[in-house]
């Protein structure tokens, strides 16, 4: 099920919504970031990591999002990290009696039953302004930004040009935002950080979709065009939503109409 996606840096993605699991090798073990999505799928990315013969040697949740910050006991007690606001959003979930019911529906029905929740969550936030995970393997580069989630980070693998983009450049879904005062510019200026750092990056893997080489401009383009438009109040002219949308991604369209709404009323339009 892991498939190459640049030297040292390995994807597993989920059938259902396309998430994609990262594994960076490192020398004593792997980074582990955003594994999922069910038992099954969990269950054999720890097999394949078994078979390269490399240990979990830390975790990263990219951000608090149910499908970005599930574990499976059969990876181990590794450290798991996050930013700090990341941490903070899942503490205060984890604190209320009911979280599992909360998550729960939220779950996409298909999987309800095959999402394990004993672990989700544990993460342990890392201080304002840390530059790099703490591990021994190449350096990631935390590039923590105000867009879709609080504590949103991006992951730049410098050593093999790859960026882990979080739930942001996908190809399948348009930009999702947050219920922040000003979502709009927190996207943008989400994607001015990632922006930043596009020189560095060969490959990109986002949260969701295809894995791009070379494509990381072209996809920030895309993103700015569709927040531009949603801010302007036109109609995006974007192929997620639109007849080439990828087939059993329709429902992405009714995704954004719901957004655009919102906004709209956000903004008094």
């Not at 029905?109 to 342990?124: H, K, N, Q």
């Not at 350096?139 to 504590?151: D, K, L, N, T, Y």
Request: charged residues 25%; glycine residues 10%.
């Amino acid at each position: 099920m892991l498939s190459q996606a640049a030297e040292g840096v390995l994807v597993h993605q989920s059938e259902l919504l396309e998430n994609n699991a990262v594994v960076v090798q490192g020398r004593e073990g792997v980074l582990l970031v955003d594994p999922g999505l069910t038992d099954d799928e969990l269950t054999c990315l720890a097999n394949d990591l078994r078979e390269l013969g490399q240990p979990v040697a830390a975790g990263f949740a990219t951000h608090p999002d149910w499908d970005h910050a599930l574990w499976h006991a059969e990876f181990g007690d590794a450290p798991r990290y996050g930013t700090a606001r990341c941490a903070a959003d899942l503490r205060d979930l984890l604190a209320k009696p009911d979280w599992k019911t909360l998550i729960a529906e939220g779950l996409p029905p298909e999987i309800a039953d095959d999402v394990p929740l004993d672990l989700f969550g544990r993460i342990t936030g890392l201080p304002a302004g840390t530059a790099y995970v703490p591990w021994d393997g190449p350096r990631a580069r935390i590039i923590e930004h105000p867009a879709h989630s609080p504590g949103h980070a991006a992951l730049l693998i410098e050593e093999r040009g790859v960026l882990v983009a979080g739930d942001m450049l996908s190809d399948v879904l348009v930009p999702m935002f947050d219920t922040a005062a000003d979502p709009i510019e927190d996207y943008l200026a989400g994607l001015r950080a990632l922006e930043a750092v596009a020189d560095d990056v060969e490959v990109l893997i986002p949260g969701h979709g295809s894995v791009g080489a070379d494509q990381i401009s072209r996809r920030i383009d895309l993103d700015r065009a569709y927040v531009h438009a949603l801010r302007d109040g036109r109609e995006p002219d974007d192929p997620r939503i639109g007849p080439s949308a990828k087939p059993g991604w329709e429902w992405v369209r009714d995704l954004h109409q719901g957004q655009a709404q919102r906004l709209a009323r956000i903004s008094g339009g």
